[in-house]
């Protein structure tokens, strides 16, 4: 497969060149995995984090009991925050996805664009935010988890990071979306986390 076509005419000049290094690069790890990583495993990852997925998940534990409620409360505030905020700086910046970005069905209009990466935003602000909390725990959630997923929370919350991590890399390497994108989606999750936390949590 050849070099994708970069459109760069509408960018700010400064901006091309770097535009210019992010589709290379990003094109370059995509051929590059694409005959070794399972196409299958990708997109699991990919349905794994999922608004439609992680979303109604955080309201059942909202509504499983009182105890969960309060606690459940920073997920799911801190999804819809993160939902609101990819989608005006998509609607904003309006990067066309990858050319070679597999078929693909967008659930609302802005995910035809790519800038940044909703699934890295949101798995990083899972993993920011369930880090803060067990720091911080009162050992309600390690009990919870220990009762429930019969694991000491430090493995679940290593487990954690590393599907974030993972799931965050696979957006460049199933074609989905640049190398930048997903690096802002990274950072804006980050800071979601832990806004969550401080303003939520207590």
């Not at 997920?75 to 609607?91: E, H, P, R, V």
């Not at 640049?178 to 690096?183: A, N, P």
């Amino acid at each position: 497969m050849g070099s994708p076509k970069t459109t760069t005419q509408s960018s700010p000049p400064f901006l091309r060149p770097l535009i210019t290094l992010d589709t290379t690069v990003s094109h370059f790890l995509h051929t590059l995995f694409k005959p070794i990583l399972p196409t299958f495993l990708l997109l699991l990852l990919e349905y794994s984090a999922d608004f439609r997925f992680s979303f109604p998940v955080s309201l059942s534990l909202f509504l499983a009991s009182p105890s969960l409620s309060s606690r459940s409360t920073p997920l799911i505030l801190g999804l819809l925050l993160d939902l609101a905020i990819i989608g005006l700086i998509k609607l904003t910046f309006r990067r066309a996805r990858p050319p070679y970005n597999p078929n693909m069905s967008p659930a609302v209009h802005a995910d035809n664009f790519s800038f940044p990466s909703g699934h890295a935003s949101r798995v990083l602000f899972l993993a920011t935010l369930f880090h803060l909390i067990l720091q911080n725990d009162d050992g309600f959630v390690s009990d919870f988890i220990k009762r429930w997923i019969k694991l000491e929370a430090g493995f679940v919350q290593l487990g954690v990071w590393v599907w974030a991590i993972i799931t965050a890399t696979s957006r460049v390497l199933l074609g989905r979306h640049f190398l930048f994108d997903v690096l802002a989606g990274v950072i804006i999750g980050v800071l979601e986390g832990i806004v969550a936390f401080l303003v939520f949590w207590f």
